[in-house]
Nanobody
Framework: QVQLVESGGGLVQPGGSLRLSCAASGISFSSSGMGWFRQAPGKERDFVSSISWSGGSALYAASVKGRFTISRDNAKNTVYLQMNALKPEDTAVYYC?????????????????WGQGTQVTVSS
């Protein structure tokens, strides 16, 4: 059974930082492209970032480029999203997703497995 479990969300002030983690099980993690998406209230779920199986390639949405960093530890079956300089518009539920392919992807339909999400709220 595939499980993706996100953690690390919470309430943070504007300008602050958070690190999200996603622990994977039931998949061949070291050969899976991974991604982060987010969904704000009343909006569609949007792409945030993606990383290839080796960590050698990464994609970012324009809105987070330069502030967020995706990384992975294949020995721990975990992908991370370091979020710096957070803004109120970053408030959303953040979802981890896994592919049965090795590369990066920025569209939801290219992902095969999804986590339950973790809430990130940026507010003073």
């Amino acid at each position: 059974q595939v499980q993706l479990v996100e953690s690390g969300g919470g309430l943070v002030q504007p300008g602050g930082s958070l690190r999200l983690s996603c622990a994977a099980s039931g998949i061949s993690f070291s050969s899976s492209g991974m991604g982060w998406f987010r969904q704000a209230p009343g909006k569609e779920r949007d792409f945030v970032s993606s990383i290839s199986w080796s960590g050698g390639s990464a994609l970012y949405a324009a809105s987070v480029k330069g502030r967020f960093t995706i990384s992975r530890d294949n020995a721990k079956n975990t992908v991370y999203l370091q979020m710096n300089a957070l803004k109120p518009e970053d408030t959303a539920v953040y979802y981890c997703a896994a592919r049965r392919s090795t590369g990066v992807a920025d569209r939801q339909l290219w992902y095969d497995y999804w986590g339950q999400g973790t809430q990130v709220t940026v507010s003073s």
